[in-house]
């Protein structure tokens, strides 16, 4: 009833890369209540974080004002966000910003040293380019990276080498024209919980849904058939099932002629991987990895969806190598209901590493090291060249820290100090730096660290584009101002940029989005104006009419021939071995209620209701093993540390398996993981590690 409300404005949820579209309701300057419109992903449904979970915008603990950390006081996890002034002491946006510009600069000109950055695929696609033009302008590098590193790189360098474009070939929606779907290594009903009411509609008019995952994912309910293979084993089960496809003829011969290359040394390599061979290594059966690669050759139209469980391992890049060549040898790419669908987790994962939030690229996957390219940019922003060596990863630029490389950093909207892989690691780089900006709504633990803190804006605070995993820019709008002081994101960077020397001048972020457009492709017929108008345009849109393609890659694709490649995918063992001391594989994932390192989600009434308590799942008869009942409390030790966490029974976990939820502070699932990374994605082994199970 419009009578509960002052005012409501059209966004997108801030969460999960699904992307759905909401309408805030406002209310005497709050949001009372959200609801689900009618945005392209999402057709109104929302789910409990989207319903829900907006209220962390009203936090008492929000910064509202600069802070500068006092002379002298310590670095570390020891502030309250309740009782900073200790270690902090409020100060002017004037006086912060030229802090922050000038630690920065000084470390730029005097010392010869390098200063890095971490952006934000929380931020918008504005926010996201200016803050690698900051870096690159700035700074004369390309230490600028993001959370993509930690997610789907992997996922994004196999497909660049093997397809030619890092984003999905077709909507996650286009399910709908499937007769054969395979989720592998991913938990929608969990981390996508709208795109999985699609996947179960999918099933109940007769879809044949193919769950693959160590864990037994909600999903499983659905599936014809669920795949409980070991950890780590991916490359071997989905060779085993390439195997059947060729030994038995099931290809798409007239498909991999006209549109790809490398099949004959896929055939040959893909002799040694028979499934009665296989089935030891991934612990399913011969007969179940036969009918599996029936079904899925045997489909009309096939999509193959994949998450973290994927992606983050040493062999990522080789796990979606299988993905793709599995696709391509069925000729399942580029049809209605056939494609290739990374699940994105962050709302603008997309849009920020489009934007160029990454040390390998400029804004749309421009190399780096390619003169032209270079060029190009350095005339839009009116400045001399930078760099055309690649620039440092996120873990490399935290190992830098600690060589004493990088001095000083600027870090928008990321956690580091939570969400690293050996997470005391990176909080010693954090401590080490002689100068670390941070720009966030809270603070957060990597706050704890900074010596200039900036108050920045939510999602419901500001204007601005972000890109879903369907490739579906949407149009971000503000319902509320920021508390207090705090600014929007964009504002602060220009401010810096600046005080940095650099001549900018942006009125607002359609200023931003039009330099933007005149160097991404990508970006053809959809502009700020439209965007105002439609609320979403997918990318690439033919015309300004059209309202974009859902499905990409049916007449070729964009590498240098037309074709896409096989690349063959050797298995490679896990980095971190069970062995006597460590007898067990712990994963970490996230859960329905709750959002990364928790700075949102714990801070949402109703969220943190649910899910109050840091927790693990262990199979029944482990618990029973340990002498620990449900709910009691089990410590978990890997060669990188420990923590203790009260442990739930769930027989979806295998009984040598620990899984581990990563949004709590208190029991810090990154003490544990493994940093070791995969060569290709520089992505690391988050997904396995060896560990001790005990009674706390
Ligand atoms: Fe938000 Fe994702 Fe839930 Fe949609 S599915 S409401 S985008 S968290």
């Keep these: 009833d419009s009578a509960d409300y002052d005012s409501e404005v059209e966004s997108v949820c801030p969460f999960c890369g699904v992307g759905c579209q909401v309408s805030l309701k406002v209310k005497n300057g709050k949001i009372k209540y959200v609801e689900g419109i009618n945005g392209p992903a999402n057709e109104g449904r929302l789910c409990v974080k989207g319903r829900f979970g907006f209220d962390y915008v009203h936090h008492e603990h929000r910064l509202t004002k600069p802070l500068v950390r006092r002379e002298g006081a310590p670095k570390g996890l020891n502030v309250d966000p309740g009782n900073w002034q200790e270690v902090f002491r409020e100060a002017t946006w004037d006086e912060a910003m ?11 000109d005097d010392r010869g040293t390098t200063v890095a950055g971490f952006g934000s695929a929380k931020c918008t696609n504005e926010e996201a380019y200016l803050f690698q033009k900051l870096i690159r302008q700035g700074f004369g590098h390309n230490n600028v990276d993001h959370c ?25 929606n286009q399910i709908e024209h499937s007769d054969v779907a395979i989720v592998i290594g991913c938990n929608p009903v969990e981390n996508h919980p709208v795109a999985a009411t699609y996947f179960k509609q999918f099933t109940k008019r007769g879809g044949k849904l193919i769950v693959m995952d160590p864990r037994g994912v909600g999903l499983r309910r659905f599936a014809t058939h669920m795949l409980q293979f070991k950890p780590g084993a991916d490359v071997s089960m989905l060779n085993a099932i390439m195997h059947t496809i060729v030994e038995e003829g099931l290809y798409d011969q007239q498909y991999i002629d006209a549109f790809t290359e490398n099949w004959e040394a896929e055939k040959e390599h893909l002799k040694q991987f028979p499934p009665e061979k296989m089935e030891a290594l991934c612990g399913i059966p011969a007969e179940t990895l036969r009918q599996v690669a029936r079904d899925f050759a045997g489909a009309k139209a096939a999509m193959i969806f994949w998450g973290m469980g994927i992606s983050q391992h040493i062999h990522g890049t080789d796990n979606s190598r299988c993905l793709i060549s599995l696709a391509l040898m069925c000729g399942q790419v580029g049809r209605p209901g056939a494609g290739l669908h990374p699940l994105r987790g962050q709302n603008n994962v997309q849009g920020a590493s489009d934007a160029g939030l990454i040390p390998m690229f400029l804004p749309d996957y421009q190399p780096v090291g390619d003169d032209g390219v270079r060029s190009a940019f350095t005339e839009v922003w009116k400045s001399g060249d930078f760099s055309a060596e690649k620039g440092l990863t996120v873990t490399e630029i935290l190992d830098a820290v600690h060589a004493g490389d990088i001095k000083g950093m600027y870090i928008l909207g990321e956690n580091p100090a939570m969400s690293d892989p050996d997470v005391e690691h990176a909080r010693d780089a954090l401590a080490k730096l002689e100068h670390l900006v941070v720009q966030d709504i809270f603070l957060t633990e990597t706050a704890n660290y900074a010596d200039v803190i ?70 053809s017929n959809i502009t700020w104006d439209r965007l105002e108008r439609e609320n979403a345009v997918t990318y690439p849109s033919l015309s300004p009419q059209d309202p974009g393609q859902a499905i990409v890659f049916g007449d070729g694709f964009p590498r240098a021939d037309g074709r896409a490649r096989f690349t063959p995918a050797s298995v490679i063992p896990p980095d971190d071995l069970p062995d006597a001391d460590y007898p067990m594989v712990l994963t970490t994932g996230r859960q329905l209620e709750h959002w990364h390192t928790g700075s949102m989600t714990r801070r949402s009434k109703v969220l943190d209701a649910v899910e109050p308590e840091a927790n693990c799942s262990l199979h029944p008869s482990t618990l029973r093993q340990l002498g620990v009942e449900p709910g009691g409390m089990v410590r978990l030790t890997t060669k990188r540390g420990s923590i203790d966490v009260m442990a739930r029974a769930d027989r979806a976990v295998a009984p040598d398996m620990v899984f581990l939820p990563f949004a709590y502070v208190e029991a810090a699932a990154n003490i544990l993981t493994n940093p070791a990374l995969d060569p290709y994605g520089k992505i690391p082994e988050f997904k396995y590690s060896a560990v001790r199970v005990e009674k706390a």
Excluded at 98 to 108: F, Y
């Design 98 to 108: 030229d802090l922050a510009a000038g630690g920065l600069a000084r470390l730029r």
């Design 148 to 172: 993509t590193r930690l997610c789907h790189a992997s996922s994004v360098a196999a497909l660049m080498e093997n397809v030619g474009s890092g984003a999905v070939t077709a909507t996650f």
């Design 454 to 523: 900036l108050p920045a804006s939510g999602f419901a605070e500001k204007s601005g584009t972000v890109t879903n995993t369907n490739r579906q820019v949407q149009m971000g709008r503000p319902a509320l101002a920021p508390p207090g002081e705090a600014r929007e994101d964009w504002a602060i960077t220009v401010d810096l940029a600046q005080r940095l020397g650099l001549d900018w001048h942006y009125d607002s972020p359609a200023d931003v989005f039009a330099e933007m457009a005149l160097n991404m492709k990508s970006l």
